[in-house]
């Protein structure tokens, strides 16, 4: 059983996928049953081993690929982290875009890359060893580039084209890494972190840099970033799933990765290779903060905001102290929740009121007030607000700043603070307080769109009003850090 | 059972600030704000009992009333109650009503919190409720004046909570503990201690209506309605006054810095107050400099800050009530009546013999040094000033049309309010200070509060006869406004070449932007993304070379 589980896992996403592809376009409650019913098993599995993982077990499985090369699946409390925010957000991702869609063209081939993109997000997850980080991590990039392309109009394929530009030399630059690294030391297992000592400094940091610019591609860390505001042209599920779950996240679980399992946090300090990627970080920070300050577009706003949000976590894992490690790791979960929540409302808003640009947003707060509540408990909590996600994150990582000697961090922090007031209370203030324009429409009589948004608006709610019980997900980042990382 | 009383407290107003949400429930939704600080005032009354620890909330939520936390936690649970009937029989019903009683509910509970906090996360939140909800109390009119107060309040709010993270961070980092009281004891001797402290004195100052960081009240106090400004003077305020309380060790020199400040506050906003024409704006400067003195009491250590804001809540409360009960007074009887209650307020506030504030200032004037005894007695001077000037200006402040029939019960509201100023002192003496009942009623003490009083009428009545100068509420902000009229002026006098000299900074900002959107647009093309990955590559390995 402990070796089947991770397989099981996988098969999940990967089973629906596969068939999902050979169905007729309007057979749909077949595509729809086998997409939820896998979402909704997948769920069920991942509860099972939350509950068993916490108790200390885990699970491996290793599968050969060729001779000296295996894949290592293997779910620790990291790994476990990482896949119940993307089933969770999956489930309701599938939801939202069912009736999201309705009865488009190609729903068949949307659906298929979109289980096969979740399938490689698990994957990489389950990951034990590099290698099978690097398929998964490839798997993620080619099946996520259809997704983006999904309209086949000029924006959408440009915006694919520049996603692959950027993310085919981010790949090789990872696996130039790896081989780099492995040649010396021998396949690499997170478990047993490998012996860097026969490597020169110099060679590791260099090596570390090509991993960083691998992951960083996806993690969308300036100036690697420039494809994540043009992917904005993909449908709002795809956005949502980007933006909250698949790419970027895979991109910051990968930074995490590679400081403490593949280099391990004192190596990182002693290397001096932390301090630098933390000011890239936070130049990122504030960056994306200031970027989309200017946008007036609401999906291209929210997309600098993940630009600048993502650094959290790679601010939290270079910082190498175990009160910063939380924090990043806390706002893999938090980040996700809060910008799934506010990418399903500009969704909502595109099809249900035909808005799309921040004016349009007028007034439309008592027309559509469930989203708009939504909207706004989102757009509370990346600010910081209290008791919301955002606030239990940022606290963690300032607190990690100051613990590991670099209090400039506190700077970045407020001033992202401030910059998400300025370009998130506008956008809340239009929606309440300015009349609507005389010839608005907009209901919000569609309950799967409006649905999943309230579920993760109040997760949102929940994880901060609840951070210090053991099976929220700061109990959660606390339990990692203290058990794999200790202190 | 007595545990969960602190817990109950807060649940209470925020589940009734709940009510609005249901359509049915909105048109009277208003009359619940009077019943949401009951728990609070019971609280008060059995001397604030109890203390629980919720392991799974937040952070870990400890809850307990802070040192004289009974006096606060009545005196905001009475002024909102009160300030609530005014609002339910005045405000019309609607949508506006609707969100105004919800975050209503929201800003008490922040407020209360803030006296019950006993870590310092659980702080923060009921002090970014009090101060952001509260912005929905200055917007309520939704008029002009009101959205432009509202934007400088919610600025300077926002403004205040950083700098408050800031300090509680690095005062939690230090003391490796949420625990108020810890970390209180962690920051003189944190590593960017004096930074922290720094940062803590600019978020409470803001609150607080500490000089220079008091723009914000004179604004936001006029154009909020009666009830609004009501607590928010008499009450919201004092969450700035427990912060610091909480938080600065006054015995090293932050107390100095704090009695300075106070002391220029003090006297600075009471001459000030001269200058405004509104009643409610001359209150608002009444207040930052009661604020101004309740910070000197803080600074100097003194043991009586709550029994000296208690009395300063109740009694400001009750004036600005009076405003609004002037405004719909029918009769001259009434009109008559209501001068009376405030003008009775006035003096006590002033610190006239055997009032509730002469009471107040005899408690706090125990234990200070000579000098700060005497400035305190000269203080009551200029109060007696500024608030002669109020009575001056609520005198002409005319009569507005509507809510006539509702002047009893918005007379009974302020007159309550002062009653219970001018007796609940008296009731309290012997309990809080542990002086003589007798002690207040000894000649010298009823001297000591007499000759300023009356140097102050004299001075009223001389002001009287005179034009004074006047100028919009917000000093400093209506200066740098007027310099700022002047230096277009020059602008466009001075000869071309040389008009740039003034740009404004909102131009200097858009350039920066400007240059960003420009840089950013470079990663749009992809024949760029190949050449950025190089480069990256090259100057990240270069990075981290270089310090070997």
Redesign the interface.
């Known amino acids: 059983m402990s070796a089947a589980l991770p397989v099981l896992i996988l098969l999940t996403s990967l089973v629906p996928a596969g068939v999902t592809f050979f169905l007729a376009q309007d057979s749909h409650s077949l595509r729809n049953g086998l997409n939820l019913g896998g979402a909704i098993l997948k769920l069920g599995l991942i509860g099972w081993m939350l509950f068993s993982v916490a108790g200390g077990a885990s699970y491996e499985a290793i599968l050969p690929l060729a001779p000296g090369l295996v894949m290592l699946l293997r779910v620790d409390a990291l790994a476990l982290l990482f896949i119940s925010l993307s089933a969770t957000l999956w489930f309701l991702t599938t939801i939202y875009a069912i009736a999201y869609f309705g009865t488009k063209a190609e729903l068949s081939r949307f659906f298929g890359f979109f289980s096969l993109c979740v399938a490689a997000t698990t994957g990489l997850a389950l990951s034990g060893s590099l290698i099978s980080f690097f398929i998964f991590f490839e798997l993620l990039t080619l099946s996520t580039w259809p997704l983006v392309a999904h309209k086949q109009d000029k924006p959408s394929l440009s915006a694919a ?2 996603y692959l ?2 993310a085919l ?2 790949s090789a ?1 990872l696996l130039w890494a790896i081989i780099w690294l492995e040649s010396a030391t021998g396949p690499v297992l997170f478990t047993d972190p490998p012996d860097l000592s026969v490597l020169e ?2 060679a590791l ?2 090596i ?3 991993f ?2 691998g992951v960083g ?1 996806k993690a969308a860390i300036v ?5 994540l505001p ?1 992917a904005m042209a993909a449908p709002a599920p795809v956005s949502a799933l980007l933006h909250a779950v698949a790419v970027v996240k895979a991109g910051a679980f990968g930074v995490v990765r590679i400081i403490y399992d593949v280099f391990g946090a004192a190596n990182v300090v002693a ?3 932390g301090v ?1 990627l933390a000011v ?1 970080a936070s130049a990122t920070i504030i ?1 994306g903060s ?2 989309a ?2 946008q007036d577009e609401i999906k291209k706003r929210l997309a600098f905001s993940t630009v600048s949000q993502v650094s959290y976590i790679v601010l939290g894992a270079a910082l190498a102290s175990p009160l910063a490690m939380i924090g990043g790791l806390v706002h893999l979960i938090h980040q996700g929740l809060m910008k799934i929540t506010l990418f399903f409302c500009a969704g909502i808003y595109d099809e249900r009121a035909g808005v799309r640009t921040i004016a349009g947003l007028n007034g439309l707060g ?1 027309r559509m007030p469930w989203t708009s509540a939504c909207f706004s408990l989102g757009a509370l909590g990346m600010i910081g ?3 919301l996600a955002g606030f ?1 994150s ?2 963690y990582l ?2 990690g700043g ?2 590991a000697g670099a ?1 400039w961090v ?1 700077g970045v ?2 001033a992202s ?2 910059l998400n ?1 300025a370009y998130f ?1 506008p956008l809340l203030y239009r929606l309440w ?1 300015l009349p609507a324009a005389e010839d608005a429409t907009g209901d919000e009589r569609a309950p799967a769109l409006v649905g999943p948004a309230v579920v993760t608006a109040l997760a949102t709610l929940g994880v ?6 053991p099976i929220s997900p ?1 109990g959660w980042a606390t339990l990692i850090v203290t058990r794999e990382y200790g202190p | 059972m007595n545990a969960l009383l602190p817990f109950a407290v807060l649940i209470w107003p925020l589940l009734l600030g709940l009510v609005p949400a249901v359509p049915r429930w909105r048109p009277h939704a208003l009359w619940i704000l009077p019943l949401a600080p009951l728990p609070a005032l019971g609280l008060a009354l059995a001397g604030a009992p109890g203390a629980i620890f919720l392991p799974d909330l937040l952070l870990g939520v400890h809850l307990a009333a802070v040192p004289g936390g009974a006096l606060y936690l009545g005196m905001t649970a009475l002024v909102w109650a009160a300030a609530g009937v005014h609002a339910a029989l005045t405000l019309p019903p609607g949508p506006k009503a609707g969100a105004l009683t919800g975050f209503w509910c929201l800003t008490l509970a922040g407020n209360l919190g803030v006296f019950l906090a006993g870590d310092v996360v659980t702080f923060y939140l009921a002090f970014a409720a009090v101060s952001l909800a509260a912005w929905f109390l200055v917007v309520h009119e939704r008029t002009k004046k009101a959205l432009a107060a509202g934007k400088l309040y919610i600025t300077l709010a926002i403004l205040g909570e950083a700098a408050l993270l800031i300090g509680l961070m690095i005062g939690a980092a230090a003391a490796e503990d949420l625990r108020v009281s810890s970390v209180r004891a962690a920051l003189p001797d944190a590593p960017l201690g004096p930074f922290g402290i720094a940062a803590l004195l600019v978020g409470f100052g803001i609150k607080a209506g500490m000089i220079p960081l008091h723009l914000w009240l004179p604004v936001a106090h006029p154009a909020a309605p009666v009830p609004g400004s009501a607590v928010l003077s008499g009450a919201i305020v004092k969450a700035g006054l427990i912060g610091m309380i909480l938080f600065i060790p006054v015995a090293s020199g932050w107390g100095s810095l704090l009695v300075v400040a106070g002391l220029i506050g003090a006297f600075a906003a009471a001459l000030w107050g001269l200058t405004q024409q509104d009643p409610k704006a001359v209150l608002a400067y009444s207040t930052v400099s009661q604020m101004g003195l309740l910070l000197t009491l803080v600074g100097a250590g003194s043991s009586h800050v709550a029994f000296y804001a208690l009395h300063h809540g109740l009694a400001k409360a009750a004036m600005f009530l009076c405003v609004g009960v002037v405004a719909a007074a029918a009769t001259p009887r009434a009109r008559l009546l209501t001068l009376t209650i405030a003008g009775i307020m006035a003096l006590s506030v002033s610190g006239f013999p055997l009032s509730g504030g002469a009471l107040a200032k005899l408690a706090s004037k125990e234990g200070l040094s000579d000098p700060l005894v005497l400035a305190l007695t000269l203080s009551s001077m200029t109060t007696t000033l500024v608030l002669g000037w109020f009575m001056l200006r609520l005198a002409r402040h005319h009569a507005t049309r509507g809510h006539r029939p509702v002047w009893p019960g918005l007379f009974a509201g302020a007159a309550f309010l002062a009653a219970l100023a001018l007796l609940v002192p008296w009731f309290l003496w012997e309990r809080v200070t542990g002086l003589q009942g007798t002690y207040p009623l000894g000649q010298a003490n009823i001297l000591a509060g007499l000759w300023p009083v009356m140097l102050g009428l004299v001075a009223v009545a001389v002001l009287r006869a005179r034009a004074m100068p006047s100028y919009p509420p917000g000093d400093l902000l209506a200066l740098l406004e007027m310099l700022r009229a002047r230096l277009i002026l020059v602008q466009k006098a001075a000869p071309q070449s040389r008009r740039n000299f003034t740009i404004g900074h909102r131009r200097r900002i858009l350039r920066i932007l400007l240059r960003s959107r420009r840089a950013d647009s470079f990663f749009q093309p992809w024949p760029h993304a190949g050449f950025l990955l190089t480069v990256v590559t090259l100057a990240f390995a270069i990075s981290i070379w270089l310090p070997n």
């Open positions: 084209r520049l530009v950027y030399p981010g630059a400094p110099g940091r260099a570390f840099a090509l960083i610019i591609v100036p690697l970033h420039g494809w043009a290397l001096g290779v630098p890239l960056w200031l970027r300050l200017q008592p607000l209290p008791p239990v940022k606290f300032g607190l100051l613990d209090p506190l922090l407020v603070t401030l007031a209370l307080f901060g009003l609840l951070a210090a019980s700061l």
